[in-house]
């Protein structure tokens, strides 16, 4: 329970050690907006999953700056002494939206936190303090420079290996790297590229031996998932598909995947993604930390959701090293066993360094209660 003074807002822009292309697009740098809550307790940072277009989901930069600055920071305002508990009726007049209502609820959760001296992890329920440790592979020009990045990879030590495809980059090129590497976990992530006239395509991935394919039809499509899962052997895993608990329910229901990707700042923060967790493992289904090449600041949060006991597959939280040459916090460093630490310290356990933090800020605003 507190009550928020100030929401600081902060476009931030960091080159990326290499270009991340997906069926969707590509990204050369990551520009993301860093939220701080500011209590009369505690300060806290959040990290929004939106990028600068709608390309993977509706939102996008400059719309969640305008969420947060016109409804979300004031409801707060209005809402006085709150528990984090309480922001989902806070935010109630606010429809959708999840990824701009991440950044907020998370940061004041890391302030409540910060004011306890409680760790994210352990408020969260956290049953280990490392995490497994995969990584997802951009599509690259050749089938060459693929296997060349998967060798570089694995040499690191990461534990599964998710290849990017999309209509006419997928199975051969997939079937090179699993003839290369027989036994690795391996899976696929079409970002809804295809439709149910590709049944053919999954067909064939299907003799792969892939661990799941992800998210390969429409974004806002359960009926044709579900449709394409009694058609295949290998599980289908969503992603975009899944944007709140009540998804997660009637994407397991009706049989639309057998995975879930858990993104919380997809599904409107750490609570809910704790929901969808929490759902999962009721249905038996396995649930996996995904990303979106976060800093350091949502990194920590993704670390501490990825270390609850129903995440038993190996996410897409990766190092540091393999976003940024140099990440706005202490970089997150993997172990040559494929694992990473779960930040231990009060909130989210990292700060932004101010010198990184000030040379990637490319606008900041800061709105206060009055
Ligand atoms: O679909 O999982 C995705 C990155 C940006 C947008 C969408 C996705 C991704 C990734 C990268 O696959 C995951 C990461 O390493 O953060
Ligand atoms: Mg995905």
Not at 164 to 174: H, L, N, Y
Not at 287 to 300: D, H, K, N, Q, S
């Amino acid at each position: 329970m507190s009550r928020v003074t100030a929401v600081e807002l902060r476009l931030v822009g960091i080159p990326l050690v290499r270009p991340f292309r997906t069926s969707f697009g590509e990204e050369t740098e990551k520009v993301c907006i860093l939220t701080r809550v500011e209590t009369v307790d505690a300060h806290g940072w959040g990290e929004c999953v939106a990028g600068p277009d709608p390309g993977f989901s509706e939102e996008f930069n400059e719309g969640a700056w305008l969420v947060i600055r016109n409804f979300l920071a004031p409801a707060l305002f209005g809402a006085g002494d709150v528990a984090v508990e309480e922001l989902d009726r806070v935010f109630s007049g606010v429809r959708g939206n999840p990824m701009a209502k991440a950044a907020v609820i998370n940061a004041f959760l890391d302030a409540e936190l910060r004011a306890r001296g409680r760790s994210l992890a352990s408020y969260l329920g956290a049953d280990k303090d490392r995490v497994a440790c995969g990584v997802s592979v951009g599509i690259q020009p050749t089938t060459g420079a693929l296997l060349e990045q998967v060798d570089g990879y694995l040499a690191q030590g990461y534990r599964r290996i998710k290849l990017k495809i999309e209509p006419g980059r997928d199975v051969e090129r997939v079937a090179a790297v699993r003839e290369a590497y027989p036994a690795i976990l391996l899976s696929v992530d079409a970002n809804a590229a295809y439709s149910l006239d590709d049944v053919p395509v999954f067909r064939e991935l299907d003799e792969l031996g892939l661990l799941m394919v992800e998210q390969p039809l429409r974004y806002d499509d359960l009926v044709n998932h579900a449709k394409l899962q009694k058609r295949i052997r290998t599980d289908l895993c969503l992603d975009e598909s899944i944007r709140s608990a009540e998804h997660a329910i009637a994407a397991l229901d009706l049989g639309a995947c057998r995975i879930i990707n858990i993104k919380q700042g997809r599904v409107g923060g750490l609570l809910e993604g704790r929901r969808v967790h929490d759902i999962s493992r009721a249905r038996g289904a396995p649930v996996w930390c995904g990303g979106m090449l976060e800093t350091g600041i949502g990194r920590a949060v993704n670390l501490a959701l990825a270390a609850l006991p129903g995440f038993t597959l190996p996410g897409d939280t990766s190092a540091s090293s393999r976003y940024f040459h140099d990440d706005v916090t202490e970089p997150h460093v993997m172990e040559p066993d494929g694992t990473m630490a779960v930040p231990p310290g009060p909130g989210i356990g990292v700060e932004p360094r101010p010198d990184r933090l000030d040379a990637c800020t490319i606008r900041a605003e800061r709105f206060e209660k009055e």
